[in-house]
């Protein structure tokens, strides 16, 4: 009918009013003091389980944005050796095919001036795929940073799931002290009365 709180503060008043036991003022106090000190430790433990779960929303939400931008890096990546293979195969059989024939791609008879500007051709050509290589090694290790970055959103997500079941035994062995003093409030009651 009544809640706890009130009701303790009524058999306090009553108390001082009254003056009939001095054990009953002593009693009455402490027992509202723990009340107030487990609501402001439940009070503590909601809004730190409320920033917990936000936390953890974001996080979620930061995961799944990096194993998006991972798993597009990683695309780009394969299609890009991929490419970078394909080009070298080409470069190769076409330097072999110059080397050996001496012929001129563009006119397509043999000379050595056609020979060697191929050569330098080649030899641009070649410039330009190191230059990629060397490109594709900075996306490799960009790569590797993001999949470590990945770990380690992965380790905190594991660690805040821990802390909430962590948190959630606190709860739930606060619900069963809360019940058990619950029931020594109800005994007292029925012993003062």
């Known amino acids: 009918m009544s809640s706890k709180i009130p009701r303790g503060v009524q058999l306090h008043t009553e108390t001082k009013t009254t003056g009939d036991n001095v054990t009953r003022k002593n009693v ?3 027992v509202l003091k723990g009340l107030s000190t487990r609501y402001g430790k439940q009070a503590g433990l909601k809004e730190q389980n409320q920033h917990l779960m936000a936390t953890n929303e974001e996080l979620q939400k930061n995961l799944s944005e990096t194993q998006e931008r991972v798993a597009e890096l990683e695309l780009q990546y394969s299609d890009i050796e991929t490419e970078n293979v394909e080009v070298k195969k080409n470069l190769r059989d076409c330097h072999v095919l110059l080397v050996v024939a001496n012929i001129d791609p563009v006119v397509g008879e043999r000379v050595g001036e056609a020979a060697r500007q ?4 080649r030899k641009e050509v070649m410039s330009v795929s190191t230059n990629l290589l060397d490109e594709l090694k900075v996306f490799r ?6 999949r470590a970055r990945l770990e380690e959103i992965q ?6 799931t ?3 079941e962590h948190m959630k035994q606190e ?5 069963q002290n809360a019940a058990e003093l619950e ?3 109800k005994e007292a009651e029925a012993l003062l009365l």
Do not use: H
């Open 118 to 121: 191929d050569e330098d051709k």
């Open 155 to 160: 380790s905190k997500v594991t660690d805040i």
């Open 28 to 30: 009455a106090p402490k």
């Open 183 to 185: 029931q020594a409030l």
């Open 171 to 175: 709860r739930e062995d606060f619900s």
């Open 162 to 164: 821990k802390a909430r």
């Open 141 to 146: 290790d960009s790569a590797s940073q993001q």
